[in-house]
């Protein structure tokens, strides 16, 4: 099986700043490895959203109109990790942040494409 644990989350007021990991695991998670990723988040009332993808080089990235410029994702394939570096933070920010694995073709933005979720770590934004 593949598990996905994220952390990082927290209380930070505007305009601060976090980094959010995601460390994977399991026995089945090397066949895997060298999958696509990509982050997540959900807001209360609201649905589950894309927010950025990297492929297992990072050589491509992929992030939402709506954290282009705020946000860095990467990856380090050595210890299984990928990290999501969050700056300028702002209040529509908050939301509970989920990883995934991208284990089917198709475009980077939905859903459905991805699979083996985490369990979330909380971010807050105060205004």
């Known amino acids: 099986q593949v598990q996905l644990v994220e952390s990082g989350g927290g209380l930070v007021q505007s305009g601060g700043s976090l980094r959010l990991s995601c460390a994977a695991s399991g026995r089945t998670f090397s066949n895997y490895a060298n999958y696509p990723m990509g982050w997540f988040r959900q807001a209360p009332g609201k649905e589950r959203e894309f927010v950025a993808a990297i492929t297992w080089s990072g050589g491509t990235l992929y992030y939402a109109d709506s954290v282009k410029g705020r946000f860095t994702i990467s990856r380090d394939n050595a210890k299984n990790t990928m990290y999501l570096q969050m700056n300028s933070l702002k209040p529509e920010d908050t939301a509970v942040y989920y990883c995934?694995?991208?284990?089917?073709?198709?475009?980077?933005?939905?859903?459905?494409?991805?699979?083996?979720w985490g369990q979330g770590t909380q971010v807050t934004v105060s205004s």
């Open positions: 995934a694995v991208k284990i089917r073709g198709g475009n980077w933005y939905s859903i459905s494409n991805y699979n083996y």
